[in-house]
């Protein structure tokens, strides 16, 4: 089997940065699109931003040019910089990643991680 480990939230006042990781490991062949996607409280999950084997990547409005989607092939990793942090932003955070094992492919997702932005 396979699992991905948020790590890297906390409490933050606006304005300020963190950076989340997500690593994956067990039975893994490939990772295709890895992504990041957050729920609030009340709120439906949304994606806010994904990231393909070749680095192509794509981000909600609402984050565009504060946060930056990266990963580390070789590793297996996922990171989301994230800058100028708004109260807004505040969520559960992710990670989610379309892996192949030695014998399927697996859509698996994260644990997530608490990201509170103070005003």
């Known amino acids: 089997q396979v699992q991905l480990v948020e790590s890297g939230g906390g409490l933050v006042q606006a304005g300020g940065s963190l950076r989340l990781s997500c690593a994956a490991s067990?039975?893994?062949?490939?990772?295709?699109?890895m992504g990041w996607y957050r729920q609030a409280p009340g709120n439906q999950r949304e994606l806010v931003a994904t990231i393909t084997s070749s680095g192509s990547t794509s981000y909600t409005p609402s984050v565009k040019g504060r946060f930056t989607i990266s990963r580390d092939n070789a590793k297996n990793s996922l990171f989301l910089q994230m800058n100028s942090l708004k109260p807004e932003d505040t969520a559960v955070y992710y990670c989610?990643?379309?892996?192949?094992?030695?014998?399927?492919?697996?859509?698996?997702w994260g644990q997530g991680t608490q990201v509170t932005v103070s005003s």
């Open positions: 989610n990643g379309y892996i192949r094992t030695s014998t399927r492919w697996i859509d698996t």
């Open positions: 067990g039975d893994i062949f490939s990772i295709n699109v």
